[in-house]
């Protein structure tokens, strides 16, 4: 372990990826580092519930480029194969239209482009350009930007040429189209960004780099579920010396002028810190941690003036039989694109249909299910709390049985007959359970005019050894934002205090 941080402490606020990312970079650095998180387990968005035998994910479920993970353990001359056993998915998704369409989407070249073909063989050559597209985005928005803080304007301008090189101001949608003709094939090469929280109607094009990240680096289930990742990302954390504090949240970012001292938890425990980081929401950090000094008040206004993503509502059950013909991540589009999107971002409107997530991680570890049974989620996008307020507790169950209706109709007819035990997530609860402003799922919505500088920085303007890390600052949400996130914040931390 590097000696260059010792004898310096750092706290970290919250325990979801970034957090722990961050927590292992700076421990790794010999900065004494403490994680303390408000609920009973790690792993923030990452949770998991355990219930009549089935264990259901939270989310994140689908893991993209393993090297920004194995590398949290090469820090300390470890390997992340000591503690998480990393499966590939094939295909990476099935994505299915209510005309019984099917495209099975992964980066085998020969069976992608006949897929592609399949909707219409005109647009292999299109798709090829648009990969030829993707590559270069990745390069400039990925491995270039994603590690990297954005604390001032001119870091923003110097990224501009690269930027308007590749269009960033056009959304994704409209990119795709311009490669490719076939309604489907824009879709599925637009869709990507709803996984972030982006509406691939506005969302920069930029993130169109989400496809060569998945190309070259495939898509990976962790054994046991994502709750084992999270498990062994703390394995590893307190093996090299950190420390975890569970069940027990920050009331507050103790500060003395424009300095953090540490921070005070709700059961009274006062710990002392160089530098205080927080993977909590951005706003519940700003707004109610920062309560007591004017900083709190002044980044709160500024982020109720920004747009926050939608809410998720996901529908978790267990069921009898096994399904081994309904691969491990599906997409069920509905009958709207574009129209349903609007309403989610914009109308404020709970639809009548939708489009659907849907999780079958037991056709890759039949382990998450009694014998004979099996494990899944739906998903489906919502408006979050500002443009919805609707009593999720009435209209909850409702929309519960409309999805799990859809998915009956669709995949498996007799679906309420095989049903062992279920429950349902909603806006609200990101809202009680995370803190999420507005009952958001991904923090700030991911377009251009809230990226990179125009983001919550990593190291606040103003209170100088405050961090962020995680969705709400750049590069976003997924696990190899808030990953990446973690990177660029510990360089700064690490070059802070030492």
């Known amino acids: 372990m590097s000696k260059v941080g010792r004898g310096k402490k750092a706290i970290i606020v919250g325990s979801g990826f970034g957090g722990l990312a961050l927590a292992i970079r700076l421990q790794s650095a010999g900065i004494s580092t403490t994680i303390v998180e408000a609920r009973d387990k790690p792993g923030g968005r990452a949770y998991y519930w355990e219930k009549d035998g089935y264990t259901f994910d939270g989310g994140p479920t689908v893991i993209t480029d393993p090297p920004c993970l194995t590398q949290l353990w090469e820090l300390t001359g470890h390997d992340m194969a000591e503690d998480v056993?990393?499966?590939?998915?094939?295909?990476?998704?099935?994505l299915n239209w209510a005309d019984g369409t099917n495209f099975d989407y992964s980066n085998d070249d020969e069976n992608l482009k006949a897929e592609i073909a399949k909707l219409d063989p005109d647009d292999v050559a299109?798709?090829?350009?648009?990969?030829?597209?993707?590559?270069?985005?990745?390069?400039?928005?990925?491995?270039?930007?994603?590690?990297?803080?954005?604390?001032?304007?001119?870091?923003m301008i110097k990224a501009a040429p690269a930027l308007a090189k590749y269009q960033a101001?056009?959304?994704?949608?409209?990119?795709?189209?311009?490669?490719?003709?076939?309604?489907?094939?824009?879709?599925?090469?637009?869709?990507?960004?709803?996984?972030?929280?982006?509406?691939?109607?506005?969302?920069?094009?930029?993130?169109?780099?989400?496809?060569?990240?998945?190309?070259?680096?495939?898509?990976?289930?962790?054994?046991?579920?994502?709750?084992?990742?999270?498990?062994?990302?703390?394995?590893?954390?307190?093996?090299?010396?950190?420390?975890?504090?569970?069940?027990?949240?920050?009331?507050?970012?103790?500060?003395?002028?424009?300095?953090?001292?540490?921070?005070?938890?709700?059961?009274?425990?006062?710990?002392?810190?160089?530098?205080?980081?927080?993977?909590?929401?951005?706003?519940?950090?700003?707004?109610?941690?920062?309560?007591?000094?004017?900083?709190?008040?002044?980044?709160?206004?500024?982020?109720?003036?920004?747009?926050?993503?939608?809410?998720?509502?996901?529908?978790h059950f267990g069921i009898e039989g096994t399904w081994p013909g309904i691969p491990h991540h599906m997409i069920l589009f509905g009958p709207r694109y574009k129209g349903l999107l609007d309403d989610i971002y914009t109308n404020g409107v709970l639809p009548k249909d939708f489009s659907l997530y849907l999780h079958h991680p037991t056709v890759a570890d039949p382990s998450l299910a009694p014998e004979g049974c099996s494990t899944f989620y739906a998903l489906a996008p919502v408006a979050h709390m500002g443009k919805l307020p609707i009593d999720w507790d009435k209209m909850g169950p409702i929309l519960e049985k409309r999805i799990l209706d859809e998915v009956g109709r669709r995949l498996i007819p007799d679906i309420h007959e095989?049903?062992?035990?279920?429950?349902?997530?909603?806006?609200?609860?990101?809202?009680?359970?995370?803190?999420?402003?507005?009952?958001?799922?991904?923090?700030?919505?991911?377009?251009?005019?809230?990226?990179?500088?125009?983001?919550?920085?990593?190291?606040?303007?103003?209170?100088?050894?405050?961090?962020f890390v995680g969705?709400?600052?750049?590069?976003?949400?997924?696990?190899?934002?808030?990953?990446?996130?973690?990177?660029?914040?510990?360089e700064l931390m690490i070059g802070d205090l030492t």
């Open 85 to 94: 056993t990393l499966d590939p998915v094939m295909p990476f998704y099935r």
């Open 126 to 155: 299109g798709y090829d350009r648009f990969l030829e597209y993707s590559a270069g985005v990745h390069d400039e928005g990925y491995v270039k930007l994603g590690t990297k803080a954005f604390l001032n304007f001119s870091s």
């Open 169 to 315: 101001w056009r959304s994704v949608y409209s990119m795709v189209s311009s490669f490719v003709k076939n309604e489907k094939l824009r879709e599925a090469l637009s869709f990507h960004t709803l996984l972030v929280g982006g509406n691939p109607m506005k969302t920069s094009a930029i993130y169109a780099l989400i496809h060569k990240l998945e190309k070259d680096g495939g898509v990976w289930f962790a054994r046991g579920g994502t709750n084992r990742l999270v498990a062994g990302m703390v394995k590893h954390f307190e093996r090299i010396g950190g420390k975890l504090i569970l069940d027990d949240g920050v009331a507050q970012i103790e500060t003395n002028g424009m300095h953090t001292t540490g921070v005070t938890t709700e059961s009274g425990l006062m710990l002392e810190a160089d530098a205080v980081a927080t993977n909590a929401d951005i706003m519940h950090s700003y707004r109610d941690l920062l309560g007591d000094n004017p900083r709190g008040k002044s980044g709160a206004n500024t982020l109720a003036r920004k747009k926050f993503s939608p809410s998720l509502f996901v529908v």
């Open 418 to 467: 095989r049903i062992k035990t279920k429950f349902h997530y909603t806006p609200a609860n990101f809202g009680t359970d995370l803190n999420a402003h507005l009952g958001s799922a991904f923090s700030l919505e991911p377009t251009l005019t809230q990226s990179a500088w125009l983001r919550t920085h990593n190291r606040d303007d103003k209170i100088d050894n405050l961090y």
């Open 471 to 490: 969705a709400g600052t750049h590069p976003g949400a997924g696990i190899p934002g808030v990953v990446g996130s973690a990177k660029a914040t510990a």
